[in-house]
């Protein structure tokens, strides 16, 4: 008698094992499509409004699904009001996301200071949240929240003096 994990598959355990891997394939394919469900939503145009520094100030952001879907990317722009109530830019950057396993996240984002950050998360049904940077840069926290009647919360945070101080929070409106 051969051992259980040697003998050949016969044309029933074919069958049963082609069923298997046709009723497994769809629950795997579900699962991923759940892991990014989150970062599809949040895919399009968004403009925010809100506080920078203390400041009132304008946000824009963009996700999209990039390199074969296998990414989000996020291209993100601030700008503070001055006295005059112009809105200066301060701040672009662009972002790769991506959903590793069961809602957790990694990418990079590069910005117009020079700086590249390596990013960490995890996401759930409605909050994308996103450690970011290093001891050797900086540090830091933002955190997304989809809202009832589909606007997107943001908070961030920097990480000084081994505690997390807010320094810009938005609300972005999905661009028609």
Sequence with gaps: MQPLNSRPIGPNRKAIACLLV?????AS????????SL???FAGQWQGQGELFGNEAGFSMSWEPVLAQQFYQLSFQNA???????????????????V?????IEGTWLDSRGLTL?????M????????????????GLTVYQLQEGGQIKAQDFVLKDYQWHQFGQATYQRNE
């Design 39 to 41: 970062l599809d939503r």
């Design 80 to 98: 503070i009001r001055d006295e005059a109530g112009q809105l200066q830019p301060l701040l672009s950057a662009e972002a790769f996301y991506k």
């Design 29 to 36: 394919s579900l699962a991923l499509a759940e892991d990014a």
């Design 118 to 122: 390596p990013l960490q998360g995890t």
């Design 22 to 26: 046709l009723l497994l394939l769809p």
């Design 124 to 139: 759930d049904a409605d909050s994308l949240i996103i450690l970011w940077g290093s001891p050797a840069t900086e540090q």
């Design 100 to 104: 590793v396993d069961g809602g957790r």
